[in-house]
């Protein structure tokens, strides 16, 4: 029970930033709904054991910050990373903490109280709540906060504004330099004729020579292409943009800019994944995004909004657990 305090909240991941957005943007999100105080947990494994099955690493072998008593009120871990963990919290914790765990955690679903997966995992269980997409941290208030603090570099810049979200290598796809510099050149087409600029920030993942060729034809035209240094525009472009073109590799890049109401384009990769195909299928179907054609201009839609969804439903269950 919390009554007359806020709930203590953990969001846990191994730190990577696109794993770490799951987590805490649905404890923000939360927070948004009901007083919260949220701690960041990253943790790791020593001597590469991460890389086993979660049954075999033993917690001992855990880096990172602390996780010991007394537990949090709410668990919310994302990633592999985290899975020794989350999948002895209900018993470490003797059942006062709620536990969750974001994405398909391939581990048996009792030893969580609510798994929030994406809906093409095809994921289903009476704890399970599927969701489009995955939790991010976009909420309108964010979005406003940090559009401000990049307004003065942004406001002489022609519109349209065109953000381009380039992702990377993962196991379905790549990002090979021709496929790079034919990429480039389409959106740069585009935005030419329509005499517009570009807002351009690229991921950890993206690799190094096809960040390069992309910046050399991407900095040719008005705008922002974000070299990695200073403080990381990503928000603010979503926030400025006109129209958003990400790469087809990332549910998270997708769902970030479906969170804003914005036209929304997809830009194919090399490599193919069955379950991002369902995932853009979806998004395609509600009229939220659809492949890139050199349009710059599509019907208005609701913002996406499901970590807010998936926040009211954490409380109900939580609430009704107590």
Do not use: C
């Amino acid at each position: 029970m919390t009554a007359g305090r806020p709930l203590r909240i953990w969001a846990v991941s191994d730190g990577r930033a696109g794993i770490e957005a799951q987590a805490l943007g649905l404890a923000e999100a939360v927070a948004r709904l009901r007083p919260a105080l949220i701690s960041v947990k990253r943790i790791g494994w020593r001597a590469g054991l991460g890389r086993l099955p979660w049954r075999l690493i033993p917690p001992a072998a855990r880096t990172g910050d602390p996780i010991e008593p007394p537990y949090p009120d709410i668990w919310i871990a994302a990633g592999r990373a985290t899975l020794p963990l989350s999948t002895r919290m209900l018993a470490w914790a003797e059942g006062r903490t709620f536990v969750v765990q974001t994405q398909n955690p391939r581990a048996p679903l009792d030893r969580f109280d609510l798994v929030i997966p994406p809906k093409h995992d095809g994921l289903s269980g009476p704890n399970v709540v599927a969701i489009l997409g995955a939790p991010n941290r976009l909420s309108p208030e964010r979005l406003a906060v940090e559009h401000a603090r990049f307004a003065e570099q942004l406001a002489p810049l022609p519109r349209p504004r065109v953000a381009v979200i380039v992702g990377g290598r993962s196991k379905a796809h790549d990002l090979p330099v021709a496929r790079a510099q034919a990429m480039a050149a389409v959106v740069s087409d585009a935005v030419t004729a329509a005499r517009g600029s570009v807002l351009v920030s690229f991921t950890r993942r993206t690799p190094a020579p096809a960040r390069e060729a992309m910046a050399a034809a991407f900095r040719r035209l008005p705008g922002i292409v974000w070299d990695g240094a200073g403080d990381n525009p990503y928000f603010a472009f979503l926030a400025d943009a006109d129209a958003i073109l990400v790469t087809e590799d990332s549910t998270n890049l997708a769902t970030d800019a479906a969170a804003t109401g914005k036209p929304l384009f997809v830009l194919p990769m090399a490599g193919r994944s069955a379950k991002l195909a369902r995932f853009h299928a979806e998004l395609e179907r509600r009229g939220i995004a659809r492949p890139f054609a050199g349009e710059l201009t599509a019907e208005p839609y609701p913002p996406l909004a499901e970590t807010d969804r998936a926040a009211r439903e954490l409380l109900r269950r939580y609430d009704g657990s107590a």
